[in-house]
């Protein structure tokens, strides 16, 4: 064959090839657009659901206690910014609004047949099959969950006991972010398409190369997206939420640093770290010579609220916000090669999601924490001790349950006041906090008595961490208490295996041996 026909020949089959492979990454993202949109709305009803149930945990407490207004100040909070929960109503059992985010609307009844957005799932008299459905309600997409109450054995002092349901919860979140990932996902898609055809009319010219770079790099942006959002819907627990984010930035951009500032309270925030050279998380205490220091001081202040660059192009910052509020700061770092351009467009899509996906985490918090210590409520202990058990079974991954009580608290209350008595409770619980790992889960049990998981530990390792715990709380600093006031704690262990291997023998022997302790004299560790 001559060398010509040969070249050309040559040229022809791989620009056939080329369109073929053009074609197949098409359909490719495509397939991946229009199964994420059907994910993403997926899972928008699982964290929905996921949100109502806590919700119904924590205001079923309210409602034992009798506590209407609390009941009502908190169902109002739900809504605060309007960013994800839009609307959030209590109804009873015929139909009427017993509590609402919008106050002027208790006392109305609602008739689920001619009530516009109700009239999606009840048409006729037919009762609605889902209990999450995608509806309008004040002129803005939300996804709606209704939750019933049900009328258990504690409620029957005020609803009578032959009615199995007293009333339900109407929780509408808002679609807007999610149809604005699906929007961003489109828009890439396009963008992709778009690319395809630069890429197929540049064969002509040659520029194979140029464009099925682009190709790689826009295929390469929406995976990172899809990834991340993937992996950020599987939880609304802080915790898991950090290490995922630092995961997910150090593999996306090849990072050698990557730092996460996020907040623990209005007051408070913790500081994660991981390096490549260390390939691990570590929690930090960020001092003052820290050359990260005066940009935390600057977030702080709210002076960082957009993606920023430095110079030399080789670390970003990225604030974590929703609404001015600051929920993280994240901060990556290259060894090698620099941050592009292009990059920019990636980041900032990035830090939206992020966003959204602590911002709901942070509302889950609120209904599973002690509102006074910020520790988790009793209620969540329950479910968290039979998950770890649950574990146990699975994998055989040991345990350890913690009773902490402080010693003496009566006489700090009687001589101090219970102003001071819940500054002491405050502090205990950040002391512990600082000693204990981020796994590790500290709970308000009752009174001034705290609970404390330790997951993956032996009785010795378990026996280490109270320990330090009691010493901690001895010599640790405490805020708006009297100067020289000192508090100490006795602590009873329980482990599992090695103690009992069900939830009521774990709490019974921890109990106990919190008493032994108390009984010996105050200020130390008992194991049964």
Not at 143 to 167: D, F, K, L, S
Request: proline content about 3%.
């Amino acid at each position: 064959m001559p060398p010509v026909l040969t070249a050309a020949w040559i040229y022809r089959v791989r620009k056939r090839i080329l369109a073929g492979v053009l074609g197949c990454t098409l359909v490719t993202v495509l397939l991946t657009g229009f199964l994420l949109r059907d994910r993403l709305l997926r899972d928008a009803v699982s964290k929905s659901e996921e949100l109502s149930s806590a919700l119904v945990s924590s205001l079923s407490g309210l409602m034992l206690a009798r506590d209407p207004e609390r009941i009502q100040t908190t169902v109002e909070q739900l809504t605060a910014g309007r960013d994800s929960i839009l609307k959030a109503l209590i109804l009873d059992r015929e139909g009427r609004v017993v509590y609402s985010s919008d106050p002027s609307e208790r006392g109305r009844k609602i008739d689920t047949h001619t009530e516009a957005s109700c009239r999606v799932c009840h048409l006729n008299s037919v009762l609605p099959k889902e209990h999450a459905v995608i509806t309008v309600s004040e002129g803005e997409p939300v996804q709606r969950v209704v939750t019933v109450i049900a009328n258990q054995a504690a409620c029957h002092a005020c609803h009578p006991a032959e009615n199995p349901v007293n009333g339900k919860l109407i929780v509408d979140r808002s679609l807007k972010k999610t149809n604005a990932l699906i929007a961003t996902v489109e828009a890439i898609i396009a963008a992709c398409g778009l690319g395809s055809l630069i890429v197929l009319l540049g064969l002509v010219r040659g520029g194979v190369n140029k464009y099925v770079g682009t190709i790689a790099h826009q295929t390469a942006e929406l995976a990172s997206l899809y990834t991340l959002v993937e992996r950020l819907s599987k939880t609304i627990d802080v915790a898991q939420l950090n290490h995922i984010v630092i995961d997910i930035l150090q593999d996306v951009f090849s990072a050698e640093e990557v730092h996460l500032i996020s907040m623990k309270d209005a007051h408070n925030f913790r500081y994660r770290l991981w390096t490549r050279s260390r390939a691990g998380i570590e929690r930090k205490k960020l001092e003052a010579d820290d050359p990260l220091y005066p940009v935390v001081q600057l977030w702080l202040d709210g002076r960082i609220l957009e993606v920023q660059f430095t110079e030399d192009r080789q670390m970003v910052r990225m604030p974590i916000v929703r609404e001015k509020t600051l929920l993280a700061l994240a901060v990556v770092r290259k060894s090698v090669g620099t941050f592009q351009a292009d990059d920019l467009r990636l980041v900032i899509a990035m830090a939206g999601h992020i966003a959204s996906a602590f911002e709901n985490a942070r509302l889950y918090r609120l209904a599973i924490t002690d509102e006074l210590t910020g520790a988790y409520t009793r209620r969540h202990l329950n479910y968290c001790l039979e998950e770890k058990l649950t574990a146990y079974d699975r994998k055989a991954e040991p345990f350890a349950l913690l009773f902490l009580d402080v010693d003496n608290f009566k006489s700090v209350n009687d001589q101090f006041g219970h102003a001071t008595g819940d500054a002491v409770l405050r502090s205990m619980v950040h002391n512990v906090s600082n000693v204990v790992r981020d796994l590790d889960q500290v709970f308000r049990y009752g009174g001034e008595e705290f609970a404390i998981l330790l997951p993956g530990v032996t009785v010795k390792t378990a026996r280490e961490v109270a320990e330090r715990i009691r010493e901690q709380a001895q010599r640790g600093e405490m805020e708006d208490v009297p100067s020289g006031l000192r508090v100490t704690v006795s602590i009873g262990l329980a482990h599992c295996p090695d103690h009992a291997q069900t939830a009521n023998e774990l709490l019974f022997l921890a109990d106990k041996a919190l008493y032994e302790a108390k009984r010996a004299g105050r200020n130390r560790v008992a194991t049964p």
